[in-house]
């Protein structure tokens, strides 16, 4: 069993900056895979950026690349999203989730993924 609590998020104006960190409890491996997801208000959910738990792997969604970097703490189990230059279609709530399957490569979509946060709301205004 793996437990993910997400923190931070927030309300901030088009342009700001915003953390989300997500802390893992119960298992966790070399192997597995972090993963952040958004989903808007009458939208589908979206994939957003994924990194190993260890190792150097990691990918980032081309319509936040540049913009958002995704990074883990493993002393801490935590695995942040930091997230500037916010736009208002950035608004979304945001998910942490794993993936303990053990794929060879980083997975990009939501069935893929076991283990989900309770997401942590982000608000752009414009």
């Known amino acids: 069993q793996v437990q993910l609590v997400e923190s931070g998020g927030g309300l901030v104006q088009a342009g700001g900056s915003l953390r989300v960190s997500c802390e893992a409890s119960?298992?966790?491996?070399?192997?597995?895979?972090m993963g952040w997801f958004r989903q808007a208000p009458g939208k589908e959910g979206e994939f957003v950026a994924a990194?190993?738990?260890?190792?150097?792997?990691?990918y980032v969604a081309d319509s936040v690349k540049g913009r958002f970097t995704i990074s883990r703490d493993v002393a801490k189990n935590t695995v942040y999203l930091q997230m500037n230059s916010l736009k208002p279609e950035d608004t979304a709530v945001y998910y942490c989730?794993?993936?303990?399957?053990?794929?060879?490569?980083?997975?990009?979509?939501?069935?893929?993924?076991?283990?989900w946060g309770q997401g942590a709301q982000v608000t752009v205004s414009s």
């Open positions: 990194i190993r738990w260890r190792g150097s792997s990691l």
């Open positions: 119960g298992r966790t491996a070399s192997y597995f895979t």
């Open positions: 989730a794993a993936d303990i399957s053990g794929l060879s490569y980083i997975a990009t979509r939501h069935y893929n993924y076991e283990y």
